[in-house]
């Protein structure tokens, strides 16, 4: 699927692979490196209310390079949850939906595959 991603003003035109289908496109479609540096890869929400049972999945293969919750924190959408670091870049992974973090399944430095669970709201 060919899509064209704007970051920070600026249009970058890319191709995503879904590797999953039972993987939500938005949690799926990677983003433009941005000017800082580092690949925004928040998920847009479709539903602002907290969830329950929503797993958020790592969008790439990395390394965890620092948590931004714990469990009990309660996120809006679009929030931090953690940073991945691959190949020299930094990718904010973002909850896709309003909630409470139920689960973390990961640690800072472990490496994780694409489509892994990181985080449970």
């Given at each position: 699927m060919k899509m064209r991603i704007t970051v920070n003003g600026q249009a970058y035109h890319v191709e995503?692979?879904?590797?999953?289908?039972?993987?939500?496109?938005?949690?799926?479609?990677?983003?433009?490196?941005?000017?800082?540096?580092?690949?925004?890869?928040?998920?847009?929400?479709a539903a602002a209310a907290a969830s329950t049972g929503e797993e958020v999945k790592s969008p790439i293969a990395g390394n965890v390079l620092s948590l931004r919750v714990k469990v009990g924190d309660t996120v809006k959408v679009n929030d931090t949850l953690l940073?991945?670091?691959a190949m020299k870049m930094e990718s904010n992974v973002a909850?896709?939906?309003a909630g409470t973090v139920s689960e973390v399944?990961?640690?800072?430095?472990?490496s994780v595959q694409a489509a892994q669970v990181l985080v449970k709201l």
């Open positions: 995503v692979e879904v590797l999953d289908d039972s993987t939500p496109m938005a949690t799926a479609a990677p983003a433009a490196t941005g000017a800082s540096g580092a690949a925004a890869l928040a998920a847009p929400a940073v991945l670091e909850s896709p939906v399944l990961v640690k800072e430095g472990d």
